[in-house]
């Protein structure tokens, strides 16, 4: 586990040390943007579809507890097992507990973002069980001992090259060799060894179904069912609110989650578990974490709607600009940053304010959430509950007073526009934040106010 | 139609000549217009910092001063949205009836006196800077995330000015990063996304860049001036009344 | 209190009210096209093959043709025989791991993003549409629908232990986001369209 520190404005600027590693960061991401605006144009009931998916997980969650026990009854009636884990570390007890019961040290995971908040792969490392992500942007961090910077691209911030050289470290590639085709094929080769060896596999879940008690999950590679098929024993790892009610709604989610995400139609497979395999066992654990915590805050819990298609932060300006590592949670970038604070509003005070509220993350979300409103409402929530800057407070009351004095806002803007006149290197210094990359404005002898005064004299 | 002009408060202080157009387009539209002058600022700092419950000074000021009005108008997106959706004076009431009568000064052309001409001239390579808060916000045009028509309050009354040659940036409707205090606070980003957006104008062969908010054209300007671009910015208002 | 009480409580708890879904009928403006004409287009576009299969085509010569009269297929598909499934005596999936050309049915196929669904009943073993390295569908263009609407309608009540929609053959972008076909699954997918 990474001990943080480091605020997300730390961070960033660590990353825009090298500008040009940033604009590749951007444009690539960027066009994924691009992609995703494309497939959506093609569609002239896009707007309906985020409308009623969005519609489809109001009900969710006002329903939660009626679904998760239907759910449950259901799934259980499949043959599925189903555990409850109230927080991250139940999570990961139930899972190794699920393992040492049958023996197993070795097991391939899909991606989940949810084992990536419980820190599932950390808990089973110390347990001395040997985790094999099977995702390959996930294999790629896993190997580089780091954790995926995008929920959706994994190793976004790695380039070819870099991802050449681990490669050879680890795979026995060639030296200098970076051809993503060649690169893939020794990946597909080194971990289609684990899939036939390993007999446990864990994946993720893209939505359960409450109807039906089935559960689906959402790849381009096949690594979950490659693992899942082959396997003995499959643990699907799940929060609570990726329940839908009805199968049906699945024609809404499925239609909307790849173009959201990648600009892709669909992703090359929708697996829909229901039964285990002859001779296998399926589980399933429901993980609250925080989650009925954010279901009881009214200006927060939309952000439990979410679908993990990753758009917001494809279209994040700041994202693009800083990199999900400087969020510092599994989940970064504009969703994360309002559901990190709910779990822990200290360590993530600083999340809300990476973000100019451009709004751009809530209208390319597929659910409709409010994200940027929901920003805004986080910076309330952190400063009343003490976790701003005394700096930042005291500099903000006095601000305030001036502002609600006009004759001293007056005098202040005059005396400040003097100051610039008369001391421009004072104010010119790069101590302040301001000038580090920007000339400030030219300061005009009059005010508007002013020039009002004596041009128009009228109120 | 007894109109109130809002100034924001770095247009009063660093922009005037920003009033000055936008009273004067105005005033030649036949307007009725009136300055409050004891008028500071919106609130917006504090409250997009998490200090909203520190603009009651803020809120008060703008209810003593903007009451009575058929209208209020300002040459600001972001100001603009800022009191639409957060004013709460003491006076709630009051309070109400401003937020139904306060307009951005793009929209309150198009939308209120319905402009359809104007008799202004521009002759220069002109780039719109979609500011954030005045289109995704009020609407001022359709943003490129959504599947819906298009439309652009700004666009078309600087389709109005004649010689004017408008071209769009690559990127459309990308933030320019001021973001209020963010522009300090997360310094680096906020200077590379200005960075970014000054260089896709510059790529166009763009002379003037433009837009409703003089925040996000200090922010621009200040990296252009700081890069010796010879670049220049001016408020939409200041076009509409060039001659 | 078990964590499950403890969860189902603080949700009741902490759920809002709301009681109506929204319908889900599509929109009559949504777009209408050719299913045929639609799926093969974006199949290819998603890196998949079509090939149309006339009623007078012999579709096991037709298969051969596309494979190389040497290729190693093995399918389950009665009416096309090829190899086996199993060798006698194993049902271990992990004895797929060389099969070459995975050859099914698929139950239909939905034109808008270019998959088909399967289950048991078409594939058999879970892991065969997976472990091969390639894949061939035989699939009748009767049974295509436009949307995903239509497909859940299909779907509605059937009995499977898993389902699945496939897309296109197995592929990954993780690599500077350059498209790579073949990630873990099959290399390529190539649905024979019958009429």
């Not at chain 1, 970064?332 to 999340?351: F, Q, R, V, W, Y």
Request: a neutral charge; aromatic letters at 8%; charged letters at 25%.
């Amino acid at each position: 586990m990474q001990t943080v520190t480091k605020s997300h404005a730390e961070l960033s600027e660590g990353f825009n040390k090298d500008e040009a590693r940033v604009s590749w960061h951007d444009e690539t991401l960027w066009w994924i943007r691009q992609k995703r605006d494309k497939a959506a144009h093609q569609m002239p009931e896009w707007e309906w579809l985020r409308q009623t998916a969005s519609g489809i997980k109001d009900y969710v969650l006002g329903n939660l507890h009626d679904l998760l026990e239907l759910f449950e009854a259901n799934a259980l009636a499949n043959g599925i097992k189903v555990h409850w884990a109230a927080d991250a570390a139940e999570h990961n007890r139930i899972v190794y507990g699920i393992l040492q019961e049958h023996g197993v040290t070795k097991i391939v995971k899909s991606k989940s973002m949810l084992t990536e908040e419980c820190g599932l792969n950390e808990y089973l490392h110390e347990k001395q069980v040997d985790v094999v992500d099977t995702d390959l942007g996930e294999r790629i961090v896993q190997l580089a001992g780091e954790v995926p910077s995008h929920i959706v691209l994994p190793c976004i911030h790695w380039k070819k090259e870099e991802i050449g050289e681990l490669f050879h470290k680890f795979l026995g590639t060639p030296e200098g060799n970076a051809d993503p085709q060649f690169l893939t094929g020794a990946a597909r080769i080194h971990l289609r060894e684990k899939f036939l060896t390993r007999r446990v596999a864990i994946t993720g879940v893209n939505f359960a179904v409450a109807e039906t008690g089935e559960f689906v999950v959402c790849t381009n590679e096949g690594n979950a069912d490659m693992g899942t098929h082959l396997s003995d024993i499959h643990i699907a790892c799940m929060g609570i609110e990726k329940i839908i009610p009805k199968q049906e709604h699945l024609g809404i989610f499925l239609r909307l989650l790849a173009r959201s995400a990648t600009g892709q139609p669909t992703t090359t497979y929708n697996s829909h578990f229901k039964k285990p395999a002859p001779g296998q066992e399926m589980h399933i654990v429901l993980v609250d974490n925080g989650r009925s915590r954010q279901l009881g805050r009214p200006d927060f819990r939309n952000s439990l709607k979410c679908i993990r298609c990753g758009a917001c932060m494809n279209t994040c300006p700041v994202y693009r600009r800083s990199g999900g590592h400087s969020y510092k949670y599994a989940i970064s970038g504009p969703i994360g940053s309002i559901l990190a604070p709910n779990l822990d509003m200290e360590k993530h005070a600083d999340l809300p304010f990476a973000s100019t509220l451009c709004g751009s993350c809530s209208n390319v979300c597929p659910v409709k959430i409010d994200i940027h409103d929901q920003l805004y409402k986080w910076r309330q929530e952190i400063t009343k509950n003490g976790h701003a800057p005394k700096a930042k407070t005291f500099a903000m009351k006095i601000v305030a007073a001036v502002l609600a004095r006009p004759w001293m806002y007056r005098l202040g803007g005059s005396v400040a526009r003097k100051m610039m006149r008369l001391f421009p290197s004072l104010m010119n210094n790069k101590s302040i934040p301001w000038n580090k990359a920007r000339e400030l404005p030219a300061p005009p002898k009059q005010s508007f106010g002013e020039w009002y005064a004596k041009n128009r004299k009228k109120v | 139609m007894k109109i109130a002009l809002f100034i924001p408060c770095y247009i009063d202080q660093f922009y005037p000549q920003v009033g000055i157009a936008t009273l004067e387009v105005l005033e030649r539209l036949g307007c009725d217009v009136h300055f409050p002058p004891n008028q500071t600022c919106c609130g917006q700092p504090m409250a997009n910092s998490g200090y909203q419950h520190l603009d009651g000074g803020c809120d008060n000021l703008i209810v003593k001063n903007f009451s009575g009005y058929d209208y209020i108008v300002g040459p600001s997106g972001s100001c603009i949205l800022h009191i639409k959706h957060h004013l709460h004076g003491e006076d709630e009431e009051a309070s109400k009836d401003i937020r139904g009568k306060v307009f951005e000064f793009t929209e309150f052309l198009t939308d209120i006196l319905k402009v359809e001409t104007l008799e202004a001239r521009f002759p220069h390579k002109v780039g719109l800077h979609q500011s954030c808060h005045g289109q995704r916000g009020l609407h001022l045009s359709q943003m490129s995330e959504l599947v819906a028509p298009p439309f652009s309050k700004p666009e078309k009354l600087l389709g109005m000015v004649k010689d004017i040659e408008l071209i769009k940036p690559e990127r459309v409707d990308e933030c320019c990063g001021f973001g209020g205090t963010f522009c300090v606070f997360e310094e680096a980003v906020s200077a590379k996304m200005g960075k970014d957006r000054v260089a896709d104008h510059q790529n166009k062969g763009i002379e003037i860049i433009t837009g409703v908010d003089v925040s996000c054209l200090m922010h621009m300007e200040g990296i252009m001036r700081r890069q010796k671009s010879p670049m220049k910015v001016m408020h939409i208002a200041e076009i509409l009344n060039s001659r | 209190m078990s964590s499950r009480s403890a969860i189902l409580q603080a949700v009741k708890q902490n759920q809002p009210t709301v009681e109506t879904l929204p319908d889900i009928t599509q929109p009559d403006y949504a777009l209408k096209f050719g299913t045929t004409e639609k799926f093969a287009e974006v199949l290819t576009a998603i890196g998949g093959r079509v090939i149309l299969v006339d009623e007078t085509d012999d579709l096991k010569a037709l298969i051969l043709q596309v494979y190389g009269e040497e290729a190693d297929i093995v399918s389950v598909i009665d009416e096309l025989p090829f190899k086996p499934l199993f060798p006698p005596g194993t049902e271990d999936p992990h004895v797929l791991e060389n099969v070459d050309i995975a050859l099914m049915k698929a139950q239909f196929g939905v034109s808008e993003n270019g998959s088909v669904w399967v289950t048991e009943a078409e594939y058999k073993v879970r892991a065969f549409p997976f472990i091969c390295q390639h894949l061939a569908v035989v699939l009748s263009r009767n049974d295509l629908v436009p949307y995903m609407h239509e497909a859940y309608q299909k779907i509605s009540g059937q009995q499977y232990g898993f389902g699945l929609f496939i897309a296109g053959p197995s592929k990954t972008a993780d690599i500077e986001q350059s498209l790579v076909l073949g990630a873990h699954g099959p290399k390529t997918m190539t649905v024979f369209l019958t009429q």
